[in-house]
């Protein structure tokens, strides 16, 4: 009987750390580099260039309506899942190239323009990259720039606090907190609101009726 618990409890411990093991292995898209892969169908600059046959094709196969492409995300995506078989790289992979510069200046509270600049010094040419090189970087002109931020966000909110984070909550909390961020949101909210609202469409089956 103790011979049996033990053989029971060796395949357990086995099976635990296979499972790990494949944990580990499922997330190892997240540690992809996804800038020096050779794409089919992007550009040296990360533009698009596929058939749009081969595009409208993947859209039917997705069961994704023409409709809901409205960016370049949206379709970047879409090409992913040609490029990668495995969703979790698709997506990773369409986040990380798909990430904008406007995106980096809300990051940063500076313009998109100043955003390109800043990267520019240190030869960078992608938002997605320079946003990690501020993450891992030491350089004494990031560390400058990170006490600078801080500052300039104490003076918009006071009563904020940074303490024990990391930089890459750092950025995310300043973001939250950009004022031209906020506003941006609140104006795509008025201009995405429905027209008229409480007047009714006119169709008998009007959800206001």
């Known amino acids: ?15 635990c750390k296979s499972e790990k093991r ?21 550009t040296e ?19 994704i309506p023409s409709c809901r492409i409205n960016t370049y995300y949206d379709s970047l995506l879409v090409v992913m899942k040609l490029e990668f078989e495995d969703k979790h790289y698709a997506r990773c992979g369409a986040l990380r190239m798909g990430y904008s510069w406007e ?10 323009d100043e955003s390109k600049e800043f990267a520019r010094r ?21 560390d400058m720039f ?8 104490v003076v918009e909110y006071p009563d904020v606090k ?5 930089r890459t909550k750092f950025l995310d909390q300043s973001m939250r907190l950009n004022p031209n961020r906020i506003k941006d949101l609140q104006d795509i909210k008025k201009r995405t609101e429905p027209k008229n609202v409480g007047e009714g469409c006119g169709k ?6």
Do not use: G
Not at 146 to 153: E, T, V
């Open 22 to 42: 494949d944990v580990k292995s499922d997330r190892e898209y997240l540690n992809y580099d996804y800038f020096n892969h050779n794409y089919l169908y992007l």
């Open 122 to 142: 240190f030869d960078i040419s992608h938002p997605y990259l320079f946003k990690k090189f501020i993450i891992d970087s030491q350089n004494p002109e990031i």
């Open 162 to 166: 940074f303490v024990d984070l990391t």
């Open 1 to 15: 009987m103790k011979y049996l618990v033990f053989c029971l409890l060796a395949v357990l411990v086995v099976f």
């Open 103 to 112: 995106r980096l200046a809300y990051h940063l509270w500076l313009t998109v």
């Open 45 to 63: 600059d990360y533009s698009i260039n596929i058939p749009s046959e081969m595009f409208d094709s993947k859209l039917n196969e997705l069961k």
């Open 204 to 209: 008998p089956n009007c959800c206001q009726n």
């Open 146 to 153: 990170l006490d600078n931020l801080k500052n300039k966000i």
